[in-house]
C-alpha cells in the first residue's frame, strides 16, 4: 500500500496477476487521489475486502488461483463494492462472462490508465451521488407488485426484498425514471458508465445487464411486462405510481 496517504481518500483494492499493472496503479492511484491496496490473488482480494472495505475493486479476469470471474460472483454475494473487471480476453463473450458474474465495468487490456481511472471517477461519483439522497424524504415508485425505493436503493416485490447490485439498481431507477419513453442503448451506457459507445459490444453491455434486471424483477423474464424491448434502439419501462410513504426495512 502506498505510504502517507490522507484519511478521507477512497480506497480502491488492485486484484491482477501482472505485476507491472499492479505497481503502476500503485503509483498512479496516489497521484489520482486515491487510497491503492494490492494484490496478485484471489483468495487474498476476498479477505483484503472484508478486512479494508474498499470503495472499488478493480479485478484481474486471470488470477492463478482462483478466477477472476468467481472471486466477483463470490463479492457480488455478499457485497456492493462496485468492482471494474480488467481482462486481456476482448471476445464479447468474455465481457459477458464478466457482467454476468456481477461486474459494474469491464475493460480490456492493454488498457489507458486515464481511462481506468475516468472509469473510477464516474462511478465512485455515482455512488456518492447516491449517497446524499439518503437524507431526503424517501419516496416509493410502484409498479404492480414492484416497488422501488429510489432513496434507499431497496426494491420489494410482494413484499419480499429483492437484492440488487449497485448497477442493475441505477439502470433500473434510470429507466423508470424516465417510464413510458423509450431510452436508447447508447443513453443507458452514457448514463450508468459515463462513455459513449465506441463499438457494437459497448451497447451489448447493456442487454446483458437488462435480462438480469428482469431475471430478478419480472414474473416471466422472457416474456417481460415491466421493462419492453424496443427492437434496433433500447428499452422502455411500464409506467408507475408515486408514494410518497418509505417501505419497511
Known sequence: MSKNLKKGKETILVVDSDRAVCQMLEIR??????????????????????????DLVVLDAVLPDISGYEVCRQLRERYRVPIVILSALSEIKERILGLEAGADD???????PRELE???????????D?????????????????????????????????????????????LFEQAGEAVSRAEILEQLW????????????????????????????KN???????????YVAQRYTKVQEAMGA
Open 194 to 221: 459515463g462513455y459513449a459507445p465506441s463499438r457494437q459490444s459497448d451497447l451489448r453491455v447493456i442487454d446483458v445487464y437488462v435480462a438480469r434486471l428482469r431475471a430478478k424483477i419480472e414474473d416471466d423474464p
Open 106 to 112: 469491464y475493460i480490456t487490456k492493454p488498457f489507458s
Open 118 to 128: 475516468a472509469r473510477i471517477a464516474t462511478i465512485l461519483r455515482r455512488t456518492k
Open 29 to 54: 492511484l496516489p497521484m489520482a487521489g486515491y487510497r491503492a491496496i494490492v494484490t496478485h490473488e484471489g483468495r487474498t482480494a476476498l479477505e483484503l475486502v472484508e478486512q479494508k472495505t474498499p
Open 130 to 174: 447516491s449517497s446524499a439522497l439518503s437524507s431526503t424524504p424517501p419516496g416509493t415508485m410502484r409498479v404492480g407488485q414492484l416497488q422501488i425505493d429510489t432513496n434507499r436503493q431497496q426494491v420489494y416485490k410482494n413484499e419480499r426484498r429483492i437484492w440488487l447490485t449497485y448497477t442493475e439498481f441505477k439502470l433500473l431507477e434510470l
Open 224 to 234: 417481460p411486462e415491466l421493462i419492453i424491448t424496443i427492437r434496433g434502439f433500447g
